[in-house]
């Protein structure tokens, strides 16, 4: 599978071209699914009209509203209580999946839970990720970003990625999100950490990692 790891969405030229290329198609010929799940799970965006806002394409951060031929919802909470054959082939023909932000422990469970995390791997879809939806593809988010606790009381995520994401670094919304302080949380993550800001993407495709940005970014390695 590709991913494309964002911290705000499509935000410049750069990552849509990334996005365009890792799709080998236009925007314009592509099915896409929006996944909103995460959003619940978060005090701050959910469940009510941020949601709307993500799959209705209205909000500030573009995923949905890029020109899609067809998009669709996928929500996570709904997939155990219906038979995988109502989703499962939607899931495998569709070409890219479009995962909002929201709470990366939240989505993590649900994607667990909902049967998507066994199908993954083996999906030629391009998986792009917005904050939370980038988060949970690292083995696991740092106590800094805990808000919804899982049963196991972990903060592990799905692993599918060597290397965790501190997003929306120095967002003037979000104070607190200071190089400073992704220093800190990196300090205390067990293996290599990206922090990024909203002009920046992370790029995967079969193991290989390229940071796309027309912003700031920083490595902390182990």
Not at 63 to 74: A, F, N, P, Q, R
Not at 156 to 178: C, K, Q, R, S
């Amino acid at each position: 599978m590709k991913l494309l790891l964002t911290s705000g969405g499509i935000m410049n030229k750069s990552i849509q071209d990334a996005l365009v290329d890792m799709l080998n198609k236009p925007i314009a010929d592509s099915n896409a699914l929006c996944i909103p799940t995460a959003m619940y799970g978060h005090p701050w965006v959910g469940p009510g009209v941020k949601v709307w806002e993500f799959i209705s394409g209205k909000e500030n951060n573009p995923m949905v509203d890029l020109g899609w031929k067809t998009v669709g919802i996928l929500e996570l909470t709904a997939l155990p209580s219906i038979g995988e054959d109502r989703w499962v082939p939607l899931v495998r023909e569709t070409d890219v999946l479009l995962v909002s932000g929201g709470d990366a422990l939240y989505l993590h469970y649900w994607i667990q839970q909902s049967g998507l995390a066994e199908l993954l791997p083996s999906l030629q879809a391009v998986y792009v990720g917005m904050s939370a939806g980038s988060m949970v593809m690292g083995p696991n988010i740092g106590d800094d970003f805990v808000g919804w606790m899982p049963p196991n009381g972990a903060d592990e995520a799905l692993g599918m990625v060597d290397f965790a994401i501190f997003p929306h670094l120095e967002h003037e919304m979000l104070p607190g999100n200071t190089m400073a302080a992704a220093e800190r949380w990196a300090a205390g993550m067990q293996g290599p950490a990206y922090a990024i800001d909203d002009q920046t993407a992370i790029k995967v495709i079969d193991g290989e990692v390229e940071v796309v940005s027309e912003g700031d970014w920083k490595l902390f390695k182990k």
